[in-house]
């Protein structure tokens, strides 16, 4: 029989993380834990909702979280619980019993790999948050010089003119054969100017852009996966949809040129494994990214993106964003994401 019970944690940002949406000083996260009675051994797994991103960032999220635990306990098997209105709740649930299901004496290995024995890293995009220009190239150098071939810049925030400038100095010093830059838009443009402003992004060999748009526009946005001078992955325009036949539909309209997977947001990792089946029957590459996560749940998503073989740089680097994140294995060294088995996870806080 399982217990389950729930711990909340707020996580600190060391700086503070400005999208177009807004700024992040704190994020909220809940742990769920699941204990087993009958091999003795709890399984963990992290809820993570992003402020105004998120579907589940809703006033009844601690309820529900409350009832699924009550429901648990009252001997409702998980696979019954309804939770397609909560897809972090989903996520956090998935792991957890993978967790158990692995019961590898809280060391977080849900899928034992090349990864997690330490002889293998994950690629992984560095990440560049909005801020000033001299805070932004601070960023870039600093990824840089940690090794990373790929970065990724949030747009839409600052002065257009100040992003072209930056985007323009990245240039004059690496080719587009020594890094790759990924744009990140939040939705910032519309789709009036949206062409407009790519066309002037795309002066310096961008490899793609996400959600130019905001989500929900979907003529709008298979107008610009056609017409766009810089590939258009879908971020945004995934949270929410769970219907196959609806994921199905959205990217036939939409045939965007990437995709991209946060499970989190997207309700855990089978009902991403939907959206990359349907994504490769049409020709739709795809990478995964986390979604703010700390070290619990960015341990169980970079586990399982590292099973998928997919050779592209992924979006995995958010664990060093965090003041208070929990002691892990996780390390990054030379633009890729490590698991060290001889370091420890520091879980004495949950109180097993």
Same mark, same amino acid.
């Given at each position: 029989?399982?217990?389950?019970?729930? +711990?909340?944690?707020?996580?600190?940002?060391?700086e503070?993380? !400005?999208?177009s949406r807004?700024?992040l000083? %704190?994020k !909220?996260?809940?742990?769920?834990?699941?204990h087993?009675?009958?091999?003795g051994?709890t399984?963990?797994?992290?809820?993570s909702? =992003?402020?105004?991103?998120s579907?589940?960032?809703?006033?009844?999220?601690?309820?529900?979280?409350g009832?699924v635990?009550?429901?648990?306990?009252a001997?409702?098997?998980?696979?019954?619980?309804?939770?397609g209105?909560f897809p972090? +709740?989903?996520?956090?649930?998935?792991?957890a019993l993978?967790?158990?299901?692995?019961?590898t004496e809280?060391?977080?290995?849900?899928?034992?790999?090349?990864?997690?024995?330490?002889k293998?890293?994950i690629?992984i995009?560095?990440?560049?948050?909005?801020?000033?220009?001299?805070?932004?190239e601070k %960023?870039?150098k600093? !990824?840089l010089? %940690?090794?990373?071939? /790929?970065?990724?810049?949030k747009?839409?925030?600052?002065?257009?003119?100040t992003?072209?400038d930056i985007?323009g100095n990245?240039?004059?010093?690496?080719? $587009?054969?020594? +890094?790759?830059?990924?744009?990140?838009?939040?939705?910032?443009?519309t789709?009036?100017?949206?062409?407009?402003k790519?066309?002037?992004?795309?002066?310096?060999? @961008?490899?793609?852009?996400?959600?130019? @748009?905001?989500?929900?526009?979907?003529?709008?946005?298979a107008?610009?996966c056609? /017409?766009?001078? +810089?590939?258009?992955?879908?971020?945004?325009e995934?949270i929410?949809?769970?219907?196959?036949?609806?994921?199905?539909?959205?990217?036939?309209?939409?045939?965007?040129?990437?995709?991209?997977?946060k499970?989190?947001?997207v309700?855990g990792?089978? *009902?991403?494994?939907?959206?990359?089946? @349907?994504?490769?029957?049409?020709g739709?590459?795809?990478?995964?990214t986390s979604?703010?996560?700390?070290?619990?749940?960015l341990?169980? =998503?970079?586990?399982? /993106?590292f *099973?998928?073989?997919? $050779?592209?740089?992924?979006?995995?680097?958010?664990?060093?964003?965090?003041?208070?994140?929990?002691d892990?294995?996780?390390t =990054?060294?030379?633009?890729?994401?490590?698991?060290?088995?001889r !370091?420890?996870?520091?879980l004495?806080?949950?109180e097993?």
């Amino acid at each position: 029989m399982l217990h389950a019970r729930v +711990i909340k944690h707020i996580l600190d940002f060391k700086e503070p993380a !400005k999208t177009s949406r807004g700024t992040l000083v %704190q994020k !909220k996260t809940w742990y769920i834990l699941l204990h087993d009675y009958f091999i003795g051994y709890t399984g963990i797994g992290e809820c993570s909702i =992003i402020p105004g991103l998120s579907i589940d960032d809703r006033s009844d999220y601690l309820q529900k979280l409350g009832e699924v635990c009550g429901e648990i306990n009252a001997g409702v098997p998980v696979e019954l619980l309804d939770l397609g209105e909560f897809p972090s +709740i989903a996520f956090a649930l998935e792991v957890a019993l993978a967790d158990l299901a692995c019961n590898t004496e809280h060391q977080n290995i849900l899928f034992p790999s090349e990864f997690t024995k330490g002889k293998a890293g994950i690629p992984i995009n560095g990440l560049v948050w909005m801020g000033s220009r001299e805070y932004m190239e601070k %960023q870039i150098k600093e !990824k840089l010089k %940690q090794g990373f071939d /790929t970065i990724k810049l949030k747009v839409g925030a600052l002065d257009f003119e100040t992003e072209l400038d930056i985007l323009g100095n990245i240039r004059k010093q690496f080719a $587009p054969a020594d +890094i790759t830059i990924r744009l990140d838009a939040n939705g910032a443009f519309t789709p009036e100017n949206v062409i407009e402003k790519l066309t002037h992004f795309s002066d310096f060999s @961008i490899h793609s852009i996400e959600q130019p @748009i905001r989500q929900g526009q979907l003529a709008a946005m298979a107008n610009l996966c056609r /017409t766009s001078p +810089i590939p258009i992955a879908l971020d945004e325009e995934l949270i929410g949809i769970s219907d196959v036949a609806v994921k199905e539909d959205i990217l036939k309209i939409i045939q965007p040129q990437y995709i991209i997977l946060k499970p989190s947001l997207v309700g855990g990792f089978a *009902a991403s494994v939907e959206w990359i089946t @349907i994504a490769e029957e049409l020709g739709i590459a795809w990478w995964i990214t986390s979604a703010l996560e700390g070290n619990i749940g960015l341990n169980a =998503i970079a586990q399982w /993106t590292f *099973a998928l073989n997919n $050779p592209m740089p992924q979006g995995l680097g958010t664990g060093q964003i965090y003041a208070n994140n929990i002691d892990s294995p996780l390390t =990054i060294s030379g633009g890729k994401l490590f698991y060290r088995p001889r !370091k420890h996870w520091d879980l004495s806080f949950m109180e097993w």
